[in-house]
């Protein structure tokens, strides 16, 4: 299967021993009732096979819709596998599934990572200096600002430490904008902002960055901000302009296998029609660089 093929949301990839693996929001099930997410694998991702499905929800699962966002990481001999998950009784929350292998299957593991009370998506773990975090959005729906927030973790990721606390709110970034659609979609007066698909990483020439999303000028795209402190604390620096403005977004960065950035997304935005794209990651003249966007 080439990858102009593949139909999903949120794309992540993990190279783990030489190979590839992609997981992503299933395409079909992502605003409806959902159960379930899939690994693609390949050796030069280009061509993959799968899909293989790593995750089915079991009998008596809580979560029946809102299966976003997944990513995975090998961490401490395992690996662990960061999700959003919903249901029609409970606001959507981040979740750890775990498995012993990148193509599962994964288990349920610890306890929701973000409070109960609040709508929280699009988990990413960022470990500075062996201390493992939680970097997610407190989500519009209860929370128009479009909150970035923080939560440390324990080393086992299995729970929070402490309460979580917030790193910058969609409004600051001078690319973003309210959502125009707030009030027919979601009864929701004034202005709106979302935050969403965080990923925190060093860029060189730029230091330690984050990737997210919100509602630009040309619809939903990419920003980046920059920590002025080089931890993920912050304080964060919004760059004025989007790093991909228009009908894409949800991105993650990751090294291929001669440690080159790559730069994951999905394009277009359009229901249904979804699709992984990569482009090369650089930093010049205090922005971020993105090659041949969409090839």
Same mark, same amino acid.
């Given at each position: 299967m080439k990858t102009t093929e593949i139909n999903i949301r949120d794309p992540y990839v993990l190279l783990h021993e030489g190979r590839y693996y992609l997981y992503g929001t299933r395409s079909a099930t992502c605003w409806g009732p959902a159960d379930g997410f899939d690994c693609f694998v390949s050796d030069d991702r280009e061509n993959w096979e799968g899909p293989f499905e790593i995750f089915h929800r079991p009998e008596g699962f809580f979560a029946d819709r809102s299966y976003w #966002?997944?990513? $995975? +990481?090998? +961490?401490?001999?395992?690996?662990?596998?960061? @999700? @959003?998950?919903?249901? #029609?009784?409970? &606001? &959507?929350? =981040? +979740? =750890?599934?775990? !498995?012993? !292998?990148p193509t599962g299957p994964f288990v349920p593991y610890g306890v929701e990572l973000t409070p109960r009370d609040w709508t929280s998506i699009d988990g990413t773990l960022y470990v500075e200096n062996g201390t493992p975090y939680l970097i997610f959005s407190h989500s519009f729906e209860d929370n128009p600002n479009g909150d970035m927030c923080i939560v440390q973790l324990e080393p086992d990721l299995s729970a929070p430490v402490g309460e979580p606390t917030l790193l910058f709110s969609a409004g600051e970034a001078k690319w973003a904008h309210p959502v125009p659609f707030a009030q027919a979609e979601f009864g929701m007066e004034g202005d709106v902002y979302f935050t969403d698909g965080p990923c925190v990483f060093p860029l060189p020439g730029l230091g330690l960055c984050m990737t997210w999303s919100s509602?630009?000028? $040309?619809?939903y795209a990419v920003g980046v901000a920059v920590s002025e402190s080089g931890i993920v604390a912050g304080p964060w620096r919004q760059l004025d302009k989007p790093v991909f403005p228009e009908n894409g977004g949800h991105g993650m960065v990751f090294e291929d296998k001669a440690g080159q950035l790559w730069f994951a997304l999905h394009y277009p935005n359009d229901k249904y029609q979804e699709r992984p794209c990569f482009m090369k990651l650089t930093a010049k003249d205090g922005e971020a660089i993105l090659e041949n966007p969409l090839n």
């Amino acid at each position: 299967m080439k990858t102009t093929e593949i139909n999903i949301r949120d794309p992540y990839v993990l190279l783990h021993e030489g190979r590839y693996y992609l997981y992503g929001t299933r395409s079909a099930t992502c605003w409806g009732p959902a159960d379930g997410f899939d690994c693609f694998v390949s050796d030069d991702r280009e061509n993959w096979e799968g899909p293989f499905e790593i995750f089915h929800r079991p009998e008596g699962f809580f979560a029946d819709r809102s299966y976003w #966002a997944p990513e $995975c +990481y090998f +961490y401490r001999g395992a690996f662990y596998f960061l @999700t @959003t998950l919903g249901a #029609a009784d409970r &606001k &959507k929350g =981040v +979740y =750890v599934l775990r !498995s012993d !292998s990148p193509t599962g299957p994964f288990v349920p593991y610890g306890v929701e990572l973000t409070p109960r009370d609040w709508t929280s998506i699009d988990g990413t773990l960022y470990v500075e200096n062996g201390t493992p975090y939680l970097i997610f959005s407190h989500s519009f729906e209860d929370n128009p600002n479009g909150d970035m927030c923080i939560v440390q973790l324990e080393p086992d990721l299995s729970a929070p430490v402490g309460e979580p606390t917030l790193l910058f709110s969609a409004g600051e970034a001078k690319w973003a904008h309210p959502v125009p659609f707030a009030q027919a979609e979601f009864g929701m007066e004034g202005d709106v902002y979302f935050t969403d698909g965080p990923c925190v990483f060093p860029l060189p020439g730029l230091g330690l960055c984050m990737t997210w999303s919100s509602w630009g000028t $040309c619809g939903y795209a990419v920003g980046v901000a920059v920590s002025e402190s080089g931890i993920v604390a912050g304080p964060w620096r919004q760059l004025d302009k989007p790093v991909f403005p228009e009908n894409g977004g949800h991105g993650m960065v990751f090294e291929d296998k001669a440690g080159q950035l790559w730069f994951a997304l999905h394009y277009p935005n359009d229901k249904y029609q979804e699709r992984p794209c990569f482009m090369k990651l650089t930093a010049k003249d205090g922005e971020a660089i993105l090659e041949n966007p969409l090839n």
